[in-house]
């Protein structure tokens, strides 16, 4: 079993920067790869960011150039930097964990980020 418990979500104005945070628990020498996903209402829940075990990352296109995915193994934690945000970019996110040699998933709570004026 795996536990993700994400932080740092909240009420930005567009233009404005926010940090995710996606801390790990558990069994987490299984996981091969943690992403970014949001879903907005009446959306479809999608991938924002991706990063591998390996430290591989890929981005969605609508996000490349303002959101950075990044980890802190020590931490066993996963950021997501997110700079230059609109309107569009309000969803809730959550955190997901891919286990290595599966297609089993783990998914945390997700955090509210709102962008508005």
């Known amino acids: 079993q795996v536990q993700l418990v994400e932080s740092g979500g909240g009420l930005v104005q567009p233009g404005g920067s926010l940090r995710l945070s996606c801390a790990a628990s558990g069994n987490i020498r299984r996981i091969a790869a943690m992403g970014w996903y949001r879903q907005a209402p009446g959306k479809q829940r999608e991938l924002v960011a991706r990063i591998t075990s390996t430290g591989s990352t890929n981005y969605a296109d609508s996000v490349k150039g303002r959101v950075t995915i990044s980890r802190d193994n020590a931490k066993n934690t996963v950021y997501l930097q997110m700079d230059s945000l609109k309107p569009e970019d309000t969803a809730v996110y959550y955190c997901?964990?891919?286990?290595?040699?599966?297609?089993?998933?783990?998914w945390g709570r997700g955090t509210q980020v709102t962008v508005s004026s």
């Open positions: 997901n964990a891919r286990i290595a040699f599966t297609t089993d998933d783990y």
